[in-house]
């Protein structure tokens, strides 16, 4: 799957281009995931639950940093987790882009998604619905973080990452549409920074 | 346990140490030694790669689903909560999942006749074409399963199976474990449908076996319906290239084709079977001089491909057909007229290909099935309609099979077959051919099938060929019989056997009449056994549907089919209109929803009925069947196959019709509705 | 395709459930939605709360002119009412696309609408008739638009401690038609869009949409359009305008029209 998300925050390059390596503070704003420096060195190990409605999906894996390109502001993470029971398991290679807007920041994702197992076999829509909510909790997430607004979970979303409420509060229903997403794998990469 | 991964190696498989009912679990490394992969068999002349498929798998996995480790729990739910627990260390690899971008080729094959480059070089015409059916999944409503027990005192396995027949699983276990087969015993029971994809041991099925011989406790396996889904080899996917040379007059001159087929990751024992013939049916119905077929069957990483009812000649007719509407279209000749100019109306009839047609009427056919179907073409803004035809000829038959007819005591009649039915009523039609060879009521004969240990040996039942050859064993062993009563009768009635008359009520002389039963009750065991070999017998027949196309919304309705089968003689009219309104079905699924479908990392995307859309029967339009009758030469019965004709001539002719109603523009199935908007806009 | 091991239990009041349902626990009623989760393991509950013997609440009644259903009446008993044929034929029509006649036997109107299928049929009607939901939980009751309950695909705003117990409708606008129609590769399986219509020439329109997005969704443009006297294909073409992807846009464009003609009175 071959995803690509724009998205604007409200906040000059220069404060988002390092948050957006900061690992901690960007994960730490998500509830459902959980992480540690991977003791071998320059990754991060850690858990991600995802819940849509009555689905779940628990994740564990590993993400580091691949490459970073400071002039052109591009970061690139590969990311992969196995399913913590089955044998089903997501990877994905994403490249960051961001870029000055009238004071404002522009930021490109572009994702190379590969899910393996049943999520990938039973209802290739279920996928896409989950990406899509996902990514517009993670521009959600970015935007308050870089604003200086707390992110206050929905309450039912306090254990896992509740996909679908998240969408609720995501920019209406065509955004919704707009935006392609991207999948937990993604999502776990945007926690899971490596170390610089 | 399976890879979720279409193309990876494999490292460590860590078993958890424990879990609820778990008693086992098997890799490829405790099958070291004990067992081998599948066998593979390779049609006459085809070149073939020894790439045969493993019961699990061994350092690399080559599809999503394969097999990669046996877990064994004293319950199924425990067994895949276990299975859960189970590590595998991946290394995912990039995957192939175009055929004729895989450079890897599995199997080979060319042949053809006659001048082919004079025949394209003296052409007024010639006309090219690509088409392509995609991959199907042959969702038989059982899915499939074994048991297996082992006799460690008397060194018996015991294999219960759902299968097409007992030989070929008897033949696949004993490449696999190799043993004798004196010291295997497969019972395949009334099972519930296969369509083809039973005809093979599954990797499964050899892993139950080695399994009980293992643990020395009878091992089950049942799989889900997406275990079904996404490891039981899947039929079609084949794509042509085809070019064929006419005059101005519209006389076929020369065929041409190279046909690509996406195998999958290995070569099933029956793989490459289905590519074979259809290249060897490449000349379809039409008297063509000269004919040049390549077959390139490549390695994808998708799960392999086999027989699937038609395997192969559904392919066949489809690439012919288009073929020939193509050319009418350009030649400016109405599609009926041009193949009326071309078919075949002597035989036996010997192709450049290399096969021989033994009997047919294919020019009644074709005329029955324009007169059934009603011909209509509309272009309205509303509603577009259109008409097509389609010739098939298709192989049936062959090789040999066995009956054993027995007269019991109480004058009732038991045959044992080597064939065995998965639905298409073999009891009846079998029972019937007993009756009328002796004189007893239907109810009175029993049919037994399903135990190597019991029937006489045979190939199978697959490629329509029960009724042809099983039905012919039994015919035979029943005139054997009814010899064996008549020297039995004669002796009763103390008169010369010359002088015996046989008739509906028994044999009769100067005015005395023995019934059967009056002949069993006199003591000795009467029986007699046959066995019947023969060349291919090839059925044909001629198929038209009328469509209409819905252009706001792209949407296909068939409005109706005509399906005119030349199978020989028909022993059970009945059944043979099940078979072929049952094959039609299949066919239409074929063209208006069923696709298996994979995404770019080779992972199956409609591994679940939610997403393989299945016709309901308010999906069927109505059919007019019609059955012309040019009995077979080569067989007592005269009969050929019937029951895959309604899958091998329906989305041939379903196509056209869509070309048809499309102005000439030409679509593969599935005839979805994006597609069809695309070419309306 | 066996669930995962789970705890089990069978209350027989709605006050018992209540005291069951926390963010382990999963409501089961028809299961013809929930079970196949299970089977494939998509869904771990830790906790099954069937509410399959909670009989009070299966009930279809009309009280006030408005009708009130119980979230455990049967799909198949919607279908079968004289009471929704005559006053809320809208219910009645899209009920019966639902699935198959197997499916509708067990599948409860209150399951359908707490699941939240993108491609159901009954949350898309429901927002057709400004139906309210009515929930409960063990800290007091609340209630529900369409446009608040359904948040997104699977998902309702329940929390995971309440439970859907009556979705209630008002009574049709005098002198509206309705009707329902949608679009799927073969008959009982999953829609691929639909639109429920009502209306009443110069004075009420509704439009809902199935496919249009993980939600139910209303052409508010669109009724506007058409109450002020706009033709049906102009009114479908702003309708079809929310659709994103362009062949499924033009599908719904074409249902919306038929939908809006057959609901004329």
Not at chain 3, 136 to 141: K, L, N, P, Q, Y
Request: proline fraction near 6%; hydrophobic fraction near 45%; glycine fraction near 10%.
């Amino acid at each position: 799957m071959r995803l690509t998300n724009e998205f604007e925050v409200a906040a000059p390059v220069e404060r988002t281009w390092p948050l957006l390596l900061d690992v901690p503070r960007v994960a730490g704003s998500l509830p459902g995931a959980r992480l540690e420096p991977d003791p071998a060195g320059d990754s991060y190990r850690g858990t991600m639950k995802l819940k849509l409605g009555p689905v779940t999906t628990e994740y564990s894996g590993t993400a580091r940093l691949q490459d970073v390109d400071e002039d052109e502001r591009v970061a690139s993470f590969y990311v992969q987790g196995r399913e913590a029971r089955g044998q089903g398991s997501a990877a994905a290679t994403i490249v960051s882009r961001v870029s000055a807007d009238d004071g404002h920041t522009r930021v490109l994702v572009e994702t190379d998604l590969e899910v393996a197992g049943r999520q990938a076999q039973l209802g290739s829509g279920l996928m896409q619905d989950v990406a899509g909510a996902l990514l517009a909790q993670f521009a959600k997430g970015l935007e308050r973080e870089l604003t200086g607004t707390p992110y206050e979970a929905p309450p039912a979303a306090r254990e896992a990452l509740d996909v679908g409420a998240v969408a609720a509060q995501a920019v209406g229903e065509r955004a919704l549409l707009v935006l392609a997403g991207m999948a937990a794998g993604v999502l776990l990469g945007r926690l899971l920074w490596g170390r610089r | 346990m399976r890879s979720p991964h279409a193309h990876a190696r494999i490292g460590a498989v860590r078993a958890p140490r424990e879990a609820p009912g778990l008693v086992a679990v098997l890799t490829s490394d405790e099958l070291d030694g004990r067992a081998r992969p599948l066998p593979i068999q390779l049609p006459h002349r085809a070149e073939g790669a020894a790439e045969p498929h493993p019961l699990l798998a061994t350092g690399e996995v080559r599809y999503a689903g394969q097999p990669v480790a046996a877990v064994l729990a004293e319950t199924r739910p425990l067994a895949e909560d276990a299975a859960e627990l189970v590590e595998v260390e991946y290394e995912p690899l990039e995957p192939v999942v175009d055929a004729r971008a895989s450079e890897h080729e599995l199997m080979r094959w060319e042949g053809g006749g006659g001048d082919i480059d004079a025949a394209f070089a003296a052409a007024d015409l010639v006309v090219r074409g690509s088409y392509a059916l995609p991959r199907l999944v042959a969702a038989p409503m059982e899915t499939r399963g074994a048991i297996a027990s082992y006799d460690g005192e008397r060194d018996l396995l015991t294999f219960w199976c759902s299968a097409q027949d007992t030989h070929r699983q008897l033949a696949g276990l004993i490449h696999v474990l190799e043993r004798p087969a004196e010291s295997i015993r497969v019972l395949v029971p009334d099972v519930g449908g296969a369509f083809g994809s039973k005809g093979v041991l599954a990797p499964e099925g050899g892993v139950v076996a080695v399994a009980a011989m293992v643990l020395g406790r009878p091992v089950k396996w049942a799989e889900d319906r997406l275990e079904n889904f996404l490891a039981a080899y899947q039929g079609r996917g084949v794509e042509a290239d085809v070019e064929l040379a006419l005059t101005g007059e519209g006389r076929m001159l020369g065929i041409r084709a190279h046909i690509y087929a996406d195998l999958g990751g290995y070569l099933m024992p029956t793989t490459a079977i289905p590519p074979h013939t259809t290249a060897m049916l490449m000349c379809g119905c039409y008297d063509i001089s000269s004919a040049d077929v390549r077959v390139s069957g490549r390695r994808t990483n998708k799960v392999p491909t086999g027989p699937y009812r038609g395997a192969g000649r559904p392919e066949a007719a489809y690439f012919v057909e288009r073929v020939v509407d193509d050319a009418a279209r350009e030649l400016g000749v109405d599609p009926v007229e041009l193949r009326r100019r071309n078919l075949i109306s002597e035989f036996p009839h010997r192709t450049p290909l290399g096969w021989t047609y033994d009997s047919g009427d294919y020019e009644l056919c074709l005329d029955e099935a324009v007169r059934l179907v009603e011909p209509e073409r509309e272009a309205g803004d509303e509603l577009l309609s259109g008409t097509g035809v389609a010739m098939y000829v298709e192989r049936s038959g062959g090789l040999a099979e066995s009956a054993d007819v027995a007269l019991e005591p109480d004058g009732r009649i038991l045959i044992r077959s080597s064939t065995s039915p998965h639905g298409q009523g073999h009891d009846t039609t079998f029972a019937q051919i007993a009756a009328e060879g002796l004189g007893v009521e239907l109810d009175d004969v029993a049919l037994q099938f399903g135990d190597s240990a019991a029937v006489p040996s045979g190939a199978g039942t697959f490629a329509s060929r029960s009724v042809a050859m099983g039905g012919s064993a039994v015919a035979l062993a029943v005139e054997k019989l009814r010899n064996e009563c008549a020297r039995v009768a004669a002796r009763l009635l103390e008169v010369p056997e010359e002088d015996l008359s046989w008739g509906p009520a028994g044999f009769s002389a100067g005015g005395r009449t023995l019934p059967l039963r009056a002949i069993a009750a006199a003591g000795s065991a009467l029986k007699a056994s046959a066995r019947f070999e023969s060349d291919l017998v090839f059925a044909s027949g001629a198929y038209a549907a009328v469509v209409e196309i819905e252009p706001a919304t792209g949407r296909l309705r068939v409005r109706r089919i005509a399906a005119v089968d030349d199978a020989g003689t028909l022993v059970n009219p009945l059944l043979a209109e099940g078979q072929v309104i049952g094959g039609v079905a299949q066919g239409l699924g074929e063209c208006l929803t069923e696709e298996a479908t994979y995404d770019e990392h080779g992972q199956p995307t409609s591994a679940s009925f939610a997403d393989y859309s299945l016709l309901t029967a308010a999906e069927m339009p109505p059919v007019a069947t019609a059955f012309v009758e040019s009995p077979s030469p080569l067989n007592p019965l005269g009969a050929k196959g019937i029951g895959e004709a309604g899958a091998i001539g329906t989305p041939a002719a379903v196509a056209n019709a869509v070309a048809d109603a499309l102005g000439g523009r030409g679509v593969d199935p599935p005839f979805t509705e994006e597609k069809l908007r695309e070419v309306l806009t | 395709m066996k669930p995962p091991p789970f705890e089990y239990s069978a209350p027989g009041s709605v006050d018992d459930a209540l005291a069951l349902l926390d963010d382990e626990a999963k409501v089961l009623a028809g299961g013809q939605s929930l079970v196949p989760l299970l089977n494939f393991r998509l869904a771990r509950p830790g906790l099954l709360v069937d509410i399959n013997g909670v009989s009070e609440l299966a009930y279809l009644r009309r009280a006030g002119g408005a009708l009130h259903i119980g979230a455990l009446t049967r799909q198949a008993t919607l279908e079968r009412s004289r009471l929704v044929q005559e006053h809320w034929p809208l219910l009645a029509h899209a009920v019966r696309m639902v699935g198959h006649p197997q499916i509708r036997n067990r599948g409860t109107v209150g399951g359908s609408v707490a699941h939240a299928d993108p491609t159901a049929e009954l949350p898309v009607a429901l927002s057709a008739v400004d139906a309210r939901f009515h929930a409960r939980s063990r800290r007091g009751a609340r209630t529900l638009a369409a446009g608040e309950l359904f948040l997104g695909p699977l998902t309702t705003a329940l929390a995971a401690e309440e439970l859907l117990v009556e979705i209630e409708v008002p009574p049709q606008p005098a002198g509206a038609g309705s009707a329902f129609v949608e679009h799927a590769r073969t008959h009982g399986d999953f829609a691929i869009a639909g639109a429920a219509a009502v209306f009443a020439p110069g004075s009420h329109a509704a439009i809902a949409l199935l496919g249009a997005g993980p939600v139910p969704v209303r052409a508010t443009e669109a009724e506007r359009a058409l109450v002020g006297g706009a033709s049906a294909p102009v009114a479908a073409g702003l309708a079809a305008a929310l659709v994103q992807d362009e062949h499924r846009a033009a599908l719904t464009g074409e249902l919306v029209r038929r939908a809006i003609e057959r609901a004329r009175p």
